[in-house]
């Protein structure tokens, strides 16, 4: 299997958990999005309150190629109810809220999830596995990983848009987005993301000594 390239992660809000999540699929931290700048990105990661999914809509994008994934952050209690339909991305997916990695440095215990099958984890942490699965799954299935460089995006600041790009369509509400149950992903072991190299798997001691050790919580 040939390799590809690390997919680049990119947060468009503080606090929304892209070095998290960057670390948890062995992916670049491409850091946040600043209104009136543009970047490279395979992932964008989103809040999943209206404001946020509202400027996630209001994006630009080049007028050909591949789109990034866009990934909604859920927040803390019950999930909320799916957005309006939001066009221009390879996928709209759902990344559950994990309450006992709030306001922790989680990065080092998120590395280690995909190296454990479903059922050696916590209910709540087997369903934050399956959501990075199906972004794995994306971003390998739709090829973009095998292109040079990650999708353009640009974040207006006001109504202009950078030259040479488009902006996405508005939400209309026709269809719900992809997103993902928050039930325990079956008990198989997905294989390593292919971009993660030999360096990056924990190694045959760690995992011996079974899962990494998590703080009592639960998925929000």
Sequence with gaps: MSA??????VGLARGAGTSTL???????????LRPGAAGEADVLLCPSDAASVGHAARLARAPAGP???????????????????????????ALPHLARWAGTD??????AVLAFPPDALPPDVASYAAALRRVVDVLTGSGMLDRLAPPL???????????GLQPLPRPVATAAPTTLAATTAPTTTAPVPRW???RSEPDDDTLEAGPPPLAAGRAG
Aim: hydrophobic share 55%; net charge positive.
């Design 22 to 32: 960057a670390a948890a699929l062995h992916a670049t931290d491409g850091g946040l």
């Design 153 to 163: 995006v640009s974040r207006p600041a006001a109504a202009v848009l950078r030259i």
């Design 196 to 198: 993660v190299g030999p």
């Design 106 to 111: 989680d990065r080092a215990t998120a590395a």
């Design 4 to 9: 590809v390239r690390r997919p680049v992660i």
């Design 67 to 93: 789109r990034p994934v866009l990934v909604l952050a859920q927040a803390p209690g019950p999930p909320a109810a799916p957005p309006r339909a939001i066009h221009g991305f390879a996928a709209v997916l």
